[in-house]
């Protein structure tokens, strides 16, 4: 059963200064944030970086999913922390007025639901993990077929960035959020994460969400059309 509404918690002067600071450090300096009205468990921000010659997307960061540990299992204490990011091409429309619509809106809203996910359900989640849009999974938006996410360490960044070490009991570490489709979950659950991995390498799939993608583990029923 879904727990009910709990207030949040807010994160603390020195993790708060900290996260600013490497993502800043790494990625740019942020252009907006997208602050939260009313929060549930943890008081959630989310950092807007724009497009930029080397970076040539949207990315867009939480702030407080790790103002809370995880349950994390032993031997997995160091993945407690973490925070999460989507990219979104440069063309993707992202004002407040254009985020009032769902099918542009729904990768933020599914990176915020993901970071409250483990509080929330006393869980944890990590790289390699996948996470159906409902059962059965169905799209996040009526232009895309794409209908689960998986988690994975950024792959266009200084590897510098995926570890925050706040203090000696806090590091943070940061995930990518990658939308997939139904049969990339099925292929990752029977294959494993690394190669689901080898078929993204082969067509160039990376970060940057795109909703037209190719599926790289949807069969054709014809042998010439792949």
Known sequence: MENEWEPPVYGNEELDTKIEEHVTKFLGKSDTVLHEIVSD???????????????????????GMSFLPMDAPKGCEDWRYSELMVCLPPDWPVSQEDFKEGRNYWPIWLMKMLAR????????????????NGDPAEPYADNTKLCCAL???PIDVNTDFISLKVNDDV????????????EEMEYKLKYGVEALMDKFDKYNINEVIDIKRRNVCKQSIWPFNR
């Open 41 to 63: 468990l943890i008081h959630l921000d989310v950092y807007h970086i724009k497009p930029t010659k080397e970076r040539n997307y949207h990315t867009f960061i939480t702030r």
């Open 117 to 132: 996910f483990p509080h929330k359900y006393k869980t944890w989640i990590s790289w390699g993990h996948t996470i159906p």
């Open 151 to 153: 988690l994975l360490p």
């Open 171 to 182: 590091t943070v570490k940061f995930l990518s959020v990658v939308p997939i489709y139904k």
